[in-house]
């Protein structure tokens, strides 16, 4: 019999963006990505935020679409996902994308980040993508890798 793993997933919005995923929709990405028991919270932010976050955590002065931290490898993985809105908004209208996919991605995107998935060498990088890719289409979104003409 397959056990589901447990997810404890808290959403905080920290944004005054419009057109964000609900709570349930946060949760059903995450569960679908789900390869362990988690403990995860959520974060979406504004780019003074997330600007901040990315240049204490990772050197970089700027905003970023998503950053993972994962605090503990035990069962249950415990970590921070930080996605900023007004990134995921800019990048979703440059690749012509529907933002709710492009949120669906980068929040499979980081469940994977949090249970040792990593895109550094380009082995990982292709196992990483394609578990995103076949993640996506069970969702019903397009592959994320596609760019599509704006």
Known sequence: ???PHKLSL??????????LPTRQQFRRW???AQEQDVQIALRIVDEIEGRA???????KDYATNVLTF???DTDPLYGDVVICAP???REAKEQGKELLAHYAHLTLHAALHLQGYDHEKKR???KMEARETALMLKLRYPAPYLIREV
Do not use: P
Not at 10 to 19: E, G, I, W
Not at 53 to 59: H, T
């Open 1 to 3: 019999m397959n056990v």
């Open 10 to 19: 808290s959403v905080q919005y920290a944004t005054n963006a419009k057109k």
């Open 30 to 32: 995450v569960k679908v």
């Open 53 to 59: 976050l990315n240049q204490s955590y990772r050197g």
């Open 70 to 72: 994962v605090y503990d």
């Open 87 to 89: 990134v995921v908004a």
């Open 124 to 126: 990982e990088a292709e």
